[in-house]
């Protein structure tokens, strides 16, 4: 079993910042791919930002140039850089990652953005 566990949301102001982390349970040098997704009230869980082992990134078209994804090997844990925040980044936001064919979730962060 996988563990993984989110953390550093909170409220902030638009136009603020905010770092998102993922502490997994065990090693992620070899989880081929992690990723960011969020949910907001009533929508479908979207993705926001992958990663691959070979540090191949991608991301959303409304968080491109603003977010930036990225995985520490050493401490077992990705992190998602939010700048430029904008009150449609609100949501929950979940990490995930393929470990040999099965997708395990981290229970969710809420990042609030507002005046």
């Known amino acids: 079993q996988v563990q993984l566990v989110e953390s550093g949301g909170g409220l902030v102001q638009p136009g603020g910042s905010l770092t998102l982390s993922c502490l997994v349970s065990?090693?992620?040098?070899?989880?081929?791919?992690m990723g960011w997704y969020r949910q907001a009230p009533g929508k479908q869980r979207e993705l926001v930002a992958g990663i691959r082992i070979s540090g191949t990134t991608n991301y959303a078209d409304s968080v491109k140039g603003r977010f930036t994804i990225s995985r520490d090997n050493a401490k077992n844990t990705m992190y998602l850089q939010m700048n430029s925040l904008k009150p449609e980044d609100t949501a929950v936001y979940y990490c995930?990652?393929?470990?040999?064919?099965?997708?395990?979730w981290g229970q969710g962060t809420q990042v609030t953005v507002s005046s």
């Open positions: 995930n990652g393929n470990v040999q064919g099965l997708v395990y």
């Open positions: 065990r090693s992620i040098s070899s989880i081929y791919a």
